[in-house]
């Protein structure tokens, strides 16, 4: 890490924490709001075979996640908080950078897809074998269905009944839209306006080559779990992440050194971590992504002592971790 020098990036990170958004706003009685016209989406379950390009056999949903069941009734908060306000936004008029936090907030936290359990055997259910919802466009191409609700999923309902879901990690949903057979994933379909289809080409690049800290990212989705914090050390410990930069260049235009961006708050000296290069970009201030090893990173932590934390993914939501609580990860070697 000695090619790298730090750069104060206070002034665009004060900005961009005040305008944090992440925290879950107070619930609203659904009881108390006028009735509303749900918008009709045409959903045809079927499922994916990752050998074929038609959707034909079921796919095996992660063991971890809950066995498919009826969807919760309306008044069930968001499953998905911060990807179904990054929806909102881009439904308010937002432009690119509006689409780049969907994108963003798209690979934390559980999303809901659908499914019918209609003729799946006992043994496919226990085994997690079943159908999902897809939309086929005019064109024939297929596009897995996800919600961040179970209030969203209810917008589906049809005159036979309530809708069955099952959730699943997001990032598990993204990576199957990008398999054989889908041509990418519509996020709340049934949602009149705050809605998004996510292309498969997009959502590959969305992943890069791999390096995305995923379980870094999730741990950070809200509703935040109460061992966040720990889950988030960890993940940096076992993963490394990505740290913001530009080059310096001399005055013969060559290259010398790396600045890399810190955050102050206060008294406080903490470097930006991040979980992927979208979350750099999301920033806007024009910074190169580079990949960094867990022992890198620690390297770096242990190398200057006036460092006195991290803040992980400042664009939000976000978490800042004091040095004290970085110990998991300053011990990598």
């Given at each position: 890490?000695?090619?790298?020098?730090?750069?104060?990036?206070?002034?665009?990170?004060?900005?961009?924490?005040?305008?944090?958004?992440?925290?879950?706003?107070?619930?609203?009685?659904?009881?108390?709001?006028?009735?509303?016209?749900?918008?009709?989406?045409?959903?045809?379950?079927?499922?994916?075979?990752?050998?074929?390009?038609?959707?034909?056999?079921?796919?095996?949903?992660?063991?971890?996640?809950?066995?498919?069941?009826?969807?919760?009734?309306?008044?069930e908060p968001d499953?998905?908080?911060?990807?179904?306000?990054?929806?909102?936004?881009?439904?308010?008029?937002?432009?690119?950078?509006?689409?780049?936090?969907?994108?963003?907030?798209?690979?934390?936290?559980?999303?809901?897809?659908?499914?019918?359990?209609?003729?799946?055997?006992?043994?496919?259910?226990?085994?997690?074998?079943?159908?999902?919802?897809?939309?086929?466009?005019?064109?024939?191409?297929?596009?897995?269905?996800?919600?961040?609700?179970?209030?969203?999923?209810?917008?589906?309902?049809?005159?036979?009944?309530?809708?069955?879901?099952?959730?699943?990690?997001?990032?598990?949903?993204?990576?199957?839209?990008?398999?054989?057979?889908?041509?990418?994933?519509?996020?709340?379909?049934?949602?009149?306006?705050?809605?998004?289809?996510?292309?498969?080409?997009?959502?590959?690049?969305?992943?890069?080559?791999?390096?995305?800290?995923?379980?870094?990212?999730?741990?950070?989705?809200?509703?935040?779990?109460?061992?966040?914090?720990?889950?988030?050390?960890?993940?940096?410990?076992?993963?490394?992440?990505?740290?913001?930069?530009?080059?310096?260049?001399?005055?013969?235009?060559?290259?010398?050194?790396?600045?890399?961006?810190?955050?102050?708050?206060g008294d406080r000296?903490?470097?930006?971590?991040?979980?992927?290069?979208?979350?750099?970009?999301?920033?806007?201030?024009?910074?190169?992504?580079?990949?960094?090893?867990?022992?890198?990173?620690?390297?770096?932590?242990?190398?200057?002592?006036?460092?006195?934390?991290?803040?992980?993914?400042?664009?939000?939501?976000?978490?800042?971790?004091?040095?004290?609580?970085?110990?998991?990860?300053?011990?990598?070697?």
């Open positions: 890490m000695g090619l790298f020098s730090k750069r104060n990036a206070s002034d665009a990170r004060s900005a961009a924490v005040e305008a944090e958004t992440s925290a879950p706003e107070d619930e609203v009685d659904p009881a108390a709001e006028a009735p509303e016209t749900v918008p009709q989406v045409s959903i045809s379950v079927t499922t994916v075979n990752a050998a074929a390009r038609t959707p034909e056999a079921p796919v095996s949903v992660p063991a971890a996640a809950p066995a498919p069941a009826r969807a919760p009734a309306p008044v499953s998905n908080v911060d990807l179904a306000q990054a929806l909102t936004a881009l439904a308010e008029g937002g432009d690119e950078r509006a689409m780049m936090h969907v994108l963003r907030q798209s690979i934390q936290g559980k999303l809901l897809l659908s499914t019918s359990l209609d003729g799946v055997s006992e043994e496919d259910k226990a085994a997690g074998r079943i159908p999902l919802g897809v939309h086929r466009d005019p064109e024939g191409a297929v596009y897995l269905l996800a919600f961040t609700s179970s209030r969203e999923l209810e917008k589906t309902r049809t005159a036979d009944g309530p809708v069955t879901g099952v959730a699943v990690d997001a990032v598990w949903a993204l990576r199957q839209a990008t398999g054989d057979g889908y041509a990418g994933i519509v996020l709340n379909p049934a949602d009149g306006k705050a809605s998004a289809v996510v292309p498969k080409t997009l959502i590959v690049r969305l992943f890069g080559d791999g390096r995305n800290n995923d379980l870094a990212k999730q741990a950070l989705a809200q509703p935040r779990e109460p061992d966040a914090l720990q889950r988030l050390v960890a993940a940096l410990a076992a993963h490394g992440g990505f740290v913001a930069g530009r080059a310096e260049v001399d005055e013969d235009g060559n290259r010398k050194t790396v600045g890399i961006a810190e955050t102050r708050l000296r903490l470097l930006e971590v991040f979980t992927s290069p979208i979350e750099i970009a999301a920033l806007g201030r024009g910074d190169d992504a580079y990949p960094v090893t867990a022992a890198e990173l620690a390297a770096a932590l242990r190398s200057d002592e006036g460092i006195t934390g991290i803040i992980v993914n400042p664009a939000a939501p976000w978490l800042d971790v004091d040095r004290a609580q970085l110990a998991p990860l300053l011990d990598v070697r």
